[in-house]
């Protein structure tokens, strides 16, 4: 019912800068809700990984890897989703995924994945 789709991610070089969005849109009906929101990513080989939360009202929550270079946000009136990547570093190379509970017009409260996009940190 609901259709979350990342984008911004490509090849940055070390202690470069990426801003990923994602833009959550129902299928048939429109979104009335979007409530807790995170940001996973999943690296070759590892499992994915939670990276970073924001709730309803904006608390922010972030994985200690991430914790002073990574800046999650929203903008609830778009039903966006956001995450500012500063000082990015090679063991931040994932794919990066956009997770959330979102609602629908004449639905309930359910749980959804985006696609992923590809985060490259390489010189």
């Known amino acids: 019912q609901v259709q979350l789709v990342e984008s911004g991610g490509g090849l940055v070089q070390p202690g470069g800068s990426l801003r990923l969005s994602c833009a959550a849109s129902g299928r048939i009906f429109s979104i009335t809700d979007m409530g807790i929101m995170h940001w996973y990513r999943q690296a070759p080989g590892n499992q994915r990984e939670l990276v970073a939360t924001?709730?309803?009202?904006?608390?922010?929550n972030y994985a200690d890897s991430v914790e002073g270079r990574f800046a999650i946000s929203r903008d609830n009136a778009k039903n966006m989703v956001y995450l500012q990547m500063n000082t990015l570093k090679p063991e931040d190379t994932a794919v990066y995924y956009c997770?959330?509970?979102?609602?629908?017009?004449?639905?309930?409260?359910?749980?959804?994945w985006g696609q992923g996009t590809q985060v490259t940190v390489s010189s």
């Open positions: 997770n959330g509970e979102i609602k629908v017009r004449g639905g309930r409260l359910a749980n959804y």
């Open positions: 924001i709730t309803r009202s904006g608390n922010t």
